[in-house]
Structure formats: structure tokens, C-alpha cells
């Protein structure tokens, strides 16, 4: 689903690189952890697959394609396989659960009765459907972070990048997060989650890639 080719990224020309000729590939199906101290690139490394940063060398291949021949027009229809959770949630606080679940059919001008229904599914999915007419400041740090993932899952990617999603809340509220990720994996969604939180993959039997000075890992006996 997503394979690493001999990456390399650096931000500033000259400066050492981030990611130093990385290969690596996530299968098709498969729940994976990205996990390496602050700093490391993990962040850095889903957004080379989101297109929000490019390599400078190596290849990155998504769902078969390499993203450097996908051309700048079908850019948006690409991340539509792609659903992605945010360490900050990026919530907007102006609008209910409701719409911001609903933004991405929004965009893509589905019909308002197909909208109601996908949101209330995709909200009792995150156990959140009493909230829809709820603002987000109103809701705990685990409820809002509940909302980003209903709002990643809304247009059904084949593809979740969640980026530290647990990052800010409780154990247990963290345990119910990996929860939800893992039943989506099991409806068939590829799912990529950086975390630094041990506790949340040891044990679990998902591969865990390490991300240390620049170098990508694979942990063993966890
Ligand atoms: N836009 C940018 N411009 C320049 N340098 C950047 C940029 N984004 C990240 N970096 C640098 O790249 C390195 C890797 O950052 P990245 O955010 O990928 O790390 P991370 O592993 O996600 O860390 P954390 O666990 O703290 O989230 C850091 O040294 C960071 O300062
Ligand atoms: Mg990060």
C-alpha cells in the first residue's frame, strides 16, 4: 500500500537530511506503527505520502502509484484515499460535530440525505452521535480527538495516516482510540499511526518501524 524506495529528504539544501535512504513498505491491509524520538522525521514521513512534502530522492510509491508522476491536477483526487488524523485535532470551532464530520462530502457536493446518514454512521462508529449538534470546545480532549478521526474516516479511505493522535490524552482514551483504529483495520483500511507511546504497540503483534537518526528500523520481539 505504501512502499519507501532509497528516500531521501532533507528541508534546507545543504543541511543533513531528515530521512537518509529509506526503504520500507506498509502492506495493503496491514495496521503498522511509526514510532523514533521527537525530532526523528515520523511526521516528516507521512507527509511525504499526504503530498504535503515531496523527496529529494528515492521513490514513494502509494497504492501503486509513484507520487512524483501523479500530476498536479489529480493531486486532490489522490488524497481522497487518504484519510489523516492530527495530533491538534484542526477541528473547525465554528461549525457542530455534525459539520465538521460532513466537510469532505460537503466539498465533493454529495446529496444532503446521503450526508446525514454517513455522518451518523461514521459518528456512532467513534460512539459520538449524541454530540453531533454539539460545538467542538464544548467536548473533552478524547471526544474532539474522536471527531477528527470520525471527520478522516467520513469518505471511507483506503489509506488512515494518524500522526500522535493520542498524543494529548489519558491511557484509557488512548486504549479506545487504538480500539477504533483497529476495528477500521479490520473493515480493510491500511492503517499508519507515529506514535512515541510505547505502551500503545507493545505487545499488539503490529509491525513497528523506528525512526532514528535518519535511519528506519523494524522493532523485533515486541
Ligand atoms: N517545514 C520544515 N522546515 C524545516 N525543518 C523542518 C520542517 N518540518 C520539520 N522540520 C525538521 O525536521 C525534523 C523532523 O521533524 P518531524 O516533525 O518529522 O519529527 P517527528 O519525529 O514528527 O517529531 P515529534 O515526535 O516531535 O512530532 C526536525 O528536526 C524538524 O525541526
Ligand atoms: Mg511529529
Not at 151 to 169: C, F, Q, S, V
Not at 180 to 199: Q, S, W
Amino acid at each position: 500500500m505504501v512502499r519507501f524506495e532509497n528516500v531521501t529528504k532533507s528541508y534546507d539544501e545543504g543541511s543533513p537530511p531528515i530521512l537518509k535512504n529509506i526503504s520500507f513498505e506498509v502492506r495493503r491491509g496491514e495496521m503498522a506503527y511509526i514510532t523514533g524520538p521527537s525530532g526523528a522525521g515520523k511526521t516528516t514521513l507521512l507527509k511525504l505520502i499526504s503530498l504535503e512534502e515531496w523527496a529529494e530522492d528515492g521513490a514513494v510509491i502509494v497504492d501503486g502509484e509513484d507520487v512524483e508522476e501523479i500530476p498536479e491536477v489529480e493531486v486532490p483526487l489522490f488524497r481522497r484515499k487518504i484519510g489523516i488524523v492530527f495530533q491538534d485535532f484542526k477541528l473547525l470551532l465554528n461549525r457542530t460535530v455534525f459539520e465538521n464530520v460532513a466537510l469532505t462530502l460537503r466539498v465533493r457536493k454529495d446529496n444532503e440525505q446521503y450526508i446525514r446518514v454517513q455522518v451518523h454512521e461514521t459518528l456512532k462508529m467513534v460512539n459520538l452521535r449524541h454530540k453531533a449538534d454539539a460545538m467542538p470546545l464544548t467536548l473533552s480532549g478524547g471526544e474532539q480527538q474522536r471527531v477528527a478521526i470520525a471527520r478522516a474516516l467520513i469518505a471511507e479511505p483506503t489509506l488512515l495516516l494518524a500522526d500522535e493522535p493520542t498524543g494529548n490524552l489519558d491511557p484509557d482514551t488512548s486504549a479506545g482510540i487504538v480500539r477504533i483504529f483497529k476495528e477500521i483495520n479490520a473493515r480493510g483500511t491500511t492503517v499508519l499511526h507515529a506514535t512515541h507511546d510505547r505502551d500503545l504497540f507493545r505487545g499488539s503483534g503490529y509491525r513497528v518501524f523506528r525512526i532514528e537518526g535518519g535511519a528506519i528500523t523494524l522493532e523485533e520481539g515486541i
